[in-house]
């Protein structure tokens, strides 16, 4: 007869679990930050893009400043470096939790970080708006 591995008792098992969930947490925390750094870098470098395309096609033409894209571009960066800091303090938090026994949600975090989209996203829609007057 061979032996039957040692199982694990179900309150290792819980807190495992816990920890695989915080970890997943995490990763989509930090590809969601990937994506808003990627949108911002996007962002900045798209007026840039169209002056050098225009010089491109009309060489007399007179190139603009970039305006607001790059001022824009880059707070939405700094939002998605921000948010990958928040990540790395909340997985912390929670794994620090979990080993105590005292899992909390953080709804404040979660209210910053809905109002901090949320601006970018009015940051957004007003540069939509004065740039297509001007067009």
């Not at 033409?61 to 571009?73: E, F, P, Q, Y």
């Not at 938090?93 to 949320?118: C, H, K, Q, W, Y």
Request: with cysteine; hydrophobic share 55%.
């Amino acid at each position: 007869m061979t032996p039957t591995p040692a199982h694990p008792a179900p309150l290792a098992d819980k807190q495992a679990t816990e920890y695989l969930a915080n970890e997943r947490t995490f990763l989509a925390w930090i590809r969601t930050s990937i994506a808003v750094i990627s949108l911002g870098f996007v962002v900045a470098k798209f007026s840039v893009w169209l002056n050098e395309l225009a010089a491109k096609l009309q060489p007399g033409i007179a190139v603009h400043r970039s305006g607001a894209s790059m001022l824009i571009g880059v707070s939405i960066m700094a939002l998605g470096g921000l948010l990958a800091l928040l990540a790395a303090w909340r997985y912390d938090v929670v794994n620090r939790a979990i080993e105590s026994g005292v899992v909390r949600p953080d709804r404040r975090l979660m209210f910053v970080v809905t109002a901090m989209v949320a601006m970018m996203c009015v940051a957004m829609i007003v540069y939509m708006l004065l740039t297509a007057q001007q067009a």
